[in-house]
C-alpha cells in the first residue's frame, strides 16, 4: 500500500493564481481531512470529508474548496491565492479506528 | 471548542538522558483521545503515542511513556534514553471519540522543538 499520497511536493504560485493540491488514499479509508501548517504552529484543519460526496468546513476553510466523488481522493482547490496561504498542507485520512494516516505534505509558496 | 497548549517551544537533552515534554488541554468531553506526534525535518508526521481517556493506565510504547493526568487535564511525553533520531517537532494532538463524533478530527497544539545533543 501506498497510504496517503499528496501532489505536488512545493508549488510556487503568484497572488490570484488557483490551483488544485491532490491527495489520494489507498486504504478504503472513510474518513479524510486537509491541514495546514504554519512556522512553528501547529496543523490547523482547513475541511474534511466523511466520506465520497460529503465533505465539511474545520478551522480555517476560508478560501479553500473541497470535493469527494471517489473515496480514494480528495483535492483541496484554492480559487484565488494570497500569501496568507503560504504553508505546508498536509492531507490525513482514518478508517474505523482514530489512527490518523498522514501524507508527506506539499509546501506551497503565495508570492 | 477544544484547546491544546504546549508551553514549551523548545527544549534540549543530552542522548541517552531522559526528558518530559509537557501538554495541557481542554475539553468539555468525558471520552477522548490524546496523541503525540513527532514531525522530524522530512516533515513526515509520525505517530508516537496514544491514549484513550477512559483507560487508566498510561500507555507506553518502547521508550516512549505519557504521564496522562484526566483530573489536571495533562498529557506528558517521556522520552528515555534519548537518540539523536528523536531530534524533531513534537505535537501532542487531542480528538474527540469516534463513537461520539465519527467524522471529527485532530486538535494540535503549538509543538516542542526538541534537540538531542551528542
Known amino acids: 500500500n501506498a497510504g496517503v499520497t499528496q501532489t505536488p511536493k512545493f508549488q510556487v504560485l503568484k497572488t490570484g493564481q488557483s490551483m488544485t493540491l491532490q491527495c489520494a488514499q489507498d486504504?478504503?479509508?472513510?474518513?479524510m481531512s486537509w491541514y495546514r501548517q504554519d512556522p512553528g504552529m501547529g496543523l490547523r484543519l482547513i475541511h474534511y470529508?466523511?466520506?465520497?460526496?460529503?465533505?465539511d468546513q474545520g478551522e480555517v476553510p476560508n478560501g479553500y474548496n473541497v470535493s469527494r466523488s471517489t473515496t480514494e481522493d480528495f483535492p483541496l482547490r484554492l480559487l484565488s491565492a494570497a500569501p496568507s496561504q503560504t504553508s505546508v498542507y498536509f492531507c490525513?485520512?482514518?478508517?474505523?479506528?482514530?489512527?490518523?494516516?498522514f501524507g508527506p505534505g506539499t509546501r506551497l509558496l503565495v508570492l | 471548542a477544544q484547546t491544546v497548549t504546549q508551553s514549551q517551544p523548545e527544549m534540549s537533552v543530552q542522548e541517552a538522558e531522559t526528558v518530559t515534554l509537557s501538554c495541557t488541554y481542554d475539553?468539555?468531553?468525558?471520552?477522548?483521545?490524546l496523541f503525540w506526534y513527532k514531525q522530524p525535518p522530512s516533515r513526515q508526521m509520525i505517530l508516537v503515542i496514544r491514549?484513550?481517556?477512559?483507560?487508566?493506565q498510561n500507555a507506553t510504547e518502547n521508550r516512549f511513556s505519557v504521564n496522562f493526568q484526566k483530573a489536571a487535564k495533562s498529557f506528558s511525553l517521556k522520552i528515555s534514553d534519548s537518540q539523536l533520531g528523536d531530534t524533531a517537532m513534537y505535537f501532542c494532538?487531542?480528538?474527540?471519540?469516534?463513537?461520539?463524533?465519527?467524522?471529527?478530527?485532530?486538535?494540535f497544539g503549538g509543538g516542542t522543538r526538541l534537540m538531542v545533543k551528542p
Open positions: 494532538a487531542f480528538m474527540k471519540h469516534i463513537r461520539l463524533d465519527a467524522g471529527n478530527m485532530l486538535t
Open positions: 486504504m478504503n479509508h472513510e474518513y
Open positions: 491514549q484513550e481517556a477512559y483507560k487508566q
Open positions: 490525513a485520512s482514518r478508517g474505523r479506528s482514530e489512527t490518523q494516516y
Open positions: 470529508s466523511v466520506g465520497a460526496g460529503i465533505t
Open positions: 475539553t468539555s468531553e468525558n471520552n477522548y483521545y
